[in-house]
């Protein structure tokens, strides 16, 4: 499965609240990230979902990474605009994300656009509200429709 990051995990034009950042974070002027991200990505995690970001921002891979390390969260891989380009030229497809591309089956969004796309494209989405203080059980749920998908 892969997050958006801007307004789905990074608050950017929203505000919702975030986890606590240590000293370390702050000086480092690491983003902040969505509260509960650390609980719900371990948890994930543990329950043998592989965790991708992928962010039509042109944040560097170097720089997600050491974000989510400094929060302690793991993250199997980061997609950027750039990845998204060069992965797409070969599939010649005009979404502004196409998880499939990817190999993901399930993509986490703010942009109900998105969820159109994967209506059209026939890729799964969960759309997220940033104003969602549930946003974790919505996650859940749509991962539960998921794995016993209603044809
Ligand atoms: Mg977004």
Same mark, same amino acid.
């Given at each position: 499965m892969s997050f958006d990051l801007d !307004?789905? =995990? =990074?608050?950017?034009?929203? =505000?919702?609240?975030? %986890? %606590?950042q240590n000293w370390l974070l702050k000086i480092l002027g690491i983003e902040k990230i969505r509260k509960g991200t650390i609980t719900l990505f371990k948890k994930l995690r543990q329950q043998g979902h592989t965790i991708y970001i992928y962010t039509t921002s042109f944040r560097?891979?170097?720089?997600?990474? &050491?974000? /989510?390390? &400094?929060?302690? =969260?793991?993250? !199997?891989? /980061?997609? *950027?605009?750039? @990845? @998204? *380009?060069?992965? &797409?030229? %070969? @599939?010649? *497809?005009?979404?502004?994300?196409?998880?499939?591309?990817?190999?993901?089956s399930i993509h986490i969004d703010d942009l109900p656009g998105v969820g159109m796309e994967g209506e059209q494209y026939n890729f799964r989405t969960i759309i997220l509200d940033p104003e969602d203080i549930n946003w974790i059980e919505t996650v859940v749920l749509g991962l539960g429709k998921q794995m016993y998908p209603s044809v």
């Open positions: !307004d789905t =995990i =990074i608050p950017s034009s929203k =505000i919702f609240p975030t %986890e %606590e560097s891979s170097f720089k997600m990474l &050491l974000t /989510f390390r &400094l929060y302690g =969260i793991p993250v !199997d891989r /980061f997609i *950027n605009q750039t @990845h @998204h *380009n060069q992965q &797409l030229r %070969e @599939h010649k *497809n005009r979404t502004s994300k196409y998880p499939p591309a990817f190999g993901i």
